[in-house]
């Protein structure tokens, strides 16, 4: 069983940054593919990044494509989800997943984080 904390959410102004963690209880992320996902009040969870468990492969979702940056620390032991320009729009709870594959798909991951809030206000 991995379990996934994130932090570093919180209420910023539009063109603010934000760094999220995203750490696994008593181990690393090695061998794991590793995920962020949103999801704002009254709306679906979308996919948002994802890193690989071999270095170098990473997807985005257009929404945040050139203003967000996923990554490993060098320890293996944290994945960061760097938030530049925030938007409104990018108000969600932001969620990060563990799973065999870096894919968008909510599916791809088997264990989850309970999240943590980002607000940003205009």
């Known amino acids: 069983q991995v379990q996934l904390v994130e932090s570093g959410g919180g209420s910023v102004q539009a063109g603010d940054s934000l760094r999220l963690s995203c750490t696994a209880s008593?181990?690393?992320?090695?061998?794991?593919?590793v995920g962020w996902f949103r999801q704002a009040p009254g709306k679906e969870r979308e996919f948002v990044a994802a890193i690989g468990w071999g270095f170098g492969f990473t997807t985005y979702a257009d929404s945040v494509k050139a203003r967000f940056t996923i990554s490993r620390g060098s320890a293996m032991t944290a994945v960061y989800l760097q938030m530049n320009a925030l938007q409104p729009e990018d108000t969600a709870t932001y969620y990060c997943?563990?799973?065999?594959?870096?894919?968008?798909?909510?599916?791809?991951?088997?264990?989850w984080g309970q999240g943590t809030q980002v607000t940003v206000s205009s």
């Open positions: 997943a563990a799973g065999a594959t870096a894919t968008p798909g909510r599916e791809g991951y088997d264990y």
């Open positions: 008593g181990r690393t992320f090695r061998s794991y593919s």
